[in-house]
């Protein structure tokens, strides 16, 4: 039972370049998340999705986009990334009858020069 | 708006001593409550909850918090701190019909 998984751990982008980050559970949780981790600044919810096939926007969600094509996986794709989104990215997926009890990723360190 | 408010950044404990991480929540309704800990290098890790009931909430490895509606306060305590202890720890709150809200995150530093 891995729990939940993030690829990759870290790493650089360019400004404008794109990429994916993965996030896969084995718990068969409804619920997945995104959030980054920024300084003093908490957790920050960026998308989430209630199942399969379903998405919505958190609290800051400009500049990302994510799928959920199958339940145990939830993608956060950045387009164009700006040096804003320089953060650590953290997934986390949970029951719907708990959603406060959320089981987390271990990170992702992105870095945009 | 509903906010969860950690007013220290750091508490420094030494080895032994009690420890308090304070936590003050302005939610709408009866408010749930909680506290995960994170590691360094590491995911953020459940602790313990309040959801109804008794106000003192016991939680993994030893810690404790204590629901005061009065106050609208959810302070985490340990009674001897480990150096182990060492991380940072969020206190969570919602209202079960609204968004999460984490705090800005307590770095606890146990001094051997």
């Known amino acids: 039972n891995a729990g939940v998984t993030q690829t990759p751990k870290f790493r650089v982008l360019k400004t404008g370049q794109s990429m994916t980050l993965l996030c896969a559970q084995d718990?068969?949780?409804?619920?997945m998340y995104w959030y980054r981790q920024d300084p003093g600044m908490g957790l920050r919810l960026i998308h989430y999705s209630v199942g399969e096939g379903t998405t919505a926007k958190g609290e800051v969600p400009d500049g990302y986009n994510v799928s959920r094509l199958k339940k145990q996986n939830f993608l956060l794709g950045l387009e164009s990334a700006a040096p804003s989104q320089t953060s650590v990215y953290f997934c986390a997926s949970s029951y719907p009858s708990s959603t406060y009890e959320q089981y987390f990723g271990p990170g992702t360190r992105l870095t945009v020069t | 708006a509903q906010s969860v408010a950690q007013p220290e950044d750091q508490v420094n404990v030494a080895e032994g001593n009690p420890l308090t991480v304070k936590c003050t929540y302005s939610?709408?309704?009866?408010?749930?409550l909680f506290w995960y800990v994170q590691y360094p290098n590491r995911g953020l890790q459940f602790l313990l909850k309040y959801i109804t009931g008794d106000n003192l909430v016991k939680g993994s490895y030893g810690f404790e918090a204590e629901f005061n509606k009065s106050q609208t306060s959810f302070h985490l305590k340990k009674p001897s701190a480990l150096v182990s202890d060492s991380a940072l720890y969020f206190c969570v709150g919602t209202n079960r019909d609204d968004k999460i809200i984490f705090g800005k995150g307590t770095r606890l530093h146990i001094l051997p």
């Open positions: 939610v709408s309704g009866n408010p749930y």
């Open positions: 718990m068969n949780h409804e619920y």
